[in-house]
């Protein structure tokens, strides 16, 4: 899972950059919500020189954020709609820091919560170089996660309806003997249908939202397949077993930049596959995986070991069944699936998986 002294020591350099950067100049921490935000501002010592409370228009925010000098660092949680923000304040020429919602929640138990509260926090913990950051991804790799996300949702949409389709049908006991809805034999027998008034109605209603949903479904695709079809990552990807074009889509979409990860194990860690770790003196305790992170890079992972994938990480999957029974399937298929994830890693970063070639060549022989 890769050294605690490297990590360590790749996060004490990444502290003393950002503290090296900051020192000496005016935080501004700003705690934004969705019609108005609090800009609180604190000086090199972290006395706090005050507060403003605006109504979220981007002038008026630059404006504030300005009082503390050209440039100054800015914190910013990353809350619902945060792009607009830090846009604003990135044209602007600010070094904006985007605080993660999961490390700022695990410090705010206090007894009393003000906007004023956290905007100074925000800033206080920047200043000090213990803000838990976020990635702050360029637009054009926004645009990119937006067009998978919108898929995967259309896709369970699209899932919903099918599964209401089945339901409708079971209250007048009846069972299609076609597994795919999409499919021409499920139309076939879907026309053949009599059902009596609103059900009717309704089976109508459900089917021209089924058309309509993979016409947007193939719309997204045709748009990803443009996005990415020279992008180098995405052909690398392309070549693995088990992945596809809507898996190698969403790895692109939602690592990113590759190189902010420090280790194979840091991409894993990230996507929630890591187990929980509990110490406090002797104890030590290793728990289920976070599953904090990513959901949607932790789903095609998972997903991309059920579809024939490469030998070496088939046979991490195979070890497990075969020394813990079946009982352990499901611990067999986060194995598999952080071993993938391993091997999107080095793919992306050198062009080459040799955890992947090596396997394939021992085979050979």
């Not at 090296?20 to 005016?26: E, K, L, M, T, V």
């Not at 504030?64 to 604003?88: F, N, Q, S």
């Not at 970063?349 to 992947?356: N, V, Y």
Request: glycine share 6%.
């Amino acid at each position: 899972m890769g050294s605690p002294r490297i990590r360590s020591a790749y996060n004490r350099t990444k502290r003393e950059a950002r503290m090296s950067s900051i020192a000496g100049r005016r935080v501004v921490g700003v705690d934004l919500h969705l019609h108005r935000s609090v800009i609180a501002i604190i000086d090199e010592q972290g006395s706090e020189l005050g507060w403003v409370r605006i109504d979220n228009d981007p002038r008026t925010l630059v404006a504030e954020c300005r009082k503390a000098g050209r440039g100054a660092p800015v914190a910013i949680e990353a809350t619902y709609g945060w792009y607009w923000a830090v846009d604003a304040l990135l044209a602007a020429g600010f070094d904006v820091h985007l605080a993660h919602p999961y490390g700022m929640r695990a410090m705010r138990r206090k007894r009393v919560k003000t906007d004023a509260r956290d905007a100074y926090e925000l800033a206080h913990l920047l200043r000090l170089g213990s803000l838990p950051e976020a990635y702050i991804a360029p637009p054009e790799l926004r645009e990119l996660r937006e067009l998978v996300r919108h898929r995967r949702q259309l896709v369970k949409t699209s899932t919903a309806t099918k599964a209401g389709v089945r339901a409708l049908l079971a209250k007048h006991n009846i069972r299609l003997a076609a597994a795919d809805l999409d499919g021409d034999l499920a139309a076939a027998l879907l026309d053949d249908l009599d059902l009596p008034g609103t059900y009717a109605v309704r089976l109508a209603a459900q089917r021209r939202l089924l058309m309509l949903l993979a016409d947007e479904v193939s719309a997204v695709d045709i748009e990803l397949d443009q996005r990415l079809k020279h992008h180098p990552g995405y052909r690398k990807l392309l070549t693995v077993k088990g992945i596809g074009p809507v898996l190698a889509a969403v790895f692109i979409a939602e690592i990113g930049d590759i190189s902010r990860f420090p280790s194979a194990a840091a991409l894993c860690c990230w996507a929630g596959l890591t187990p929980r770790h509990h110490e406090s003196d002797l104890t030590v305790r290793r728990g289920h995986i976070s599953k904090e992170g990513s959901k949607l890079v932790r789903w095609a992972a998972v997903e991309a070991i059920q579809r024939g994938p490469e030998p070496a990480i088939k046979a991490v999957r195979e070890s497990i069944l075969a020394r813990r029974g079946k009982t352990a399937r499901n611990v067999a298929k986060v194995a598999a699936a952080r071993k993938m994830l391993e091997a999107i890693y080095y793919l992306l970063r050198d062009g080459e998986a040799r955890c992947l070639t090596a396997a394939d060549s021992s085979a050979a022989a």
